[in-house]
């Protein structure tokens, strides 16, 4: 079975992403979160809090692991020995990016395979732009992050 890697900025991470993931363990061998490196200034959270945030929200998946990575992710998914690139979609919206993106990434990498989960029901509304925008604003966030993250977002937005 494939290795796939399902990268993201996870800025936080939801438990829209959770779900992905585990949907992911379930039809590949192997999956490697790819959390985005960026720049301090581009995130609410660092890459390190990224990484810890999905890793403990992911230990129970043996199958699971939580990464950084930098610059392309055609060239991180070659290095990980990943054949497919996992990506959630919530709407018409993510259709259109995510095409423009896949298009690009098989131009650069014709041998890895995109292979797109429909969002669940209930995580369908759920975006880390989203969850940064009410919790700043005070709003419990808790049913819609894993418990690790509504206290760090807390402790970011000293509530």
């Known amino acids: 079975m494939a290795t796939a890697l399902y ?8 438990n829209g992403h959770v779900d992905i993931t585990q949907r992911a363990a379930s039809l590949f061998a192997n999956v490697v979160v790819a959390v985005y490196d960026l720049a301090p200034k581009a995130c609410l ?12 929200a992911v230990k129970h998946l043996p199958n ?21 690139l ?30 797109y989960l429909m969002a669940s029901l209930e995580h369908l509304h759920i975006s880390g732009h989203r969850i940064r925008e009410v919790a700043s604003l005070g709003y419990d966030v808790g049913e819609l992050v894993p418990a690790q993250v509504v206290g ?8």
Do not use: C, W
């Not at 760090?152 to 509530?159: N, P, R």
């Open 7 to 14: 990268p993201g900025r996870f800025d936080p991470v939801t």
């Open 45 to 56: 959270f660092s890459t390190s809090e990224r990484v810890s945030m999905f890793s403990d």
């Open 64 to 84: 699971v692991t939580v990464k950084a990575f930098k610059g392309l992710v055609v060239d991180f998914a070659r290095t990980e020995e990943a054949s497919v």
């Open 86 to 115: 996992v990506r959630g979609i919530r709407a018409v919206t993510d259709f259109e990016a995510e095409l423009d993106m896949a298009l690009m990434n098989k131009t650069m990498a014709p041998e890895i395979e995109s292979v």
């Open 152 to 159: 760090m977002l807390d402790k970011k937005f000293k509530h």
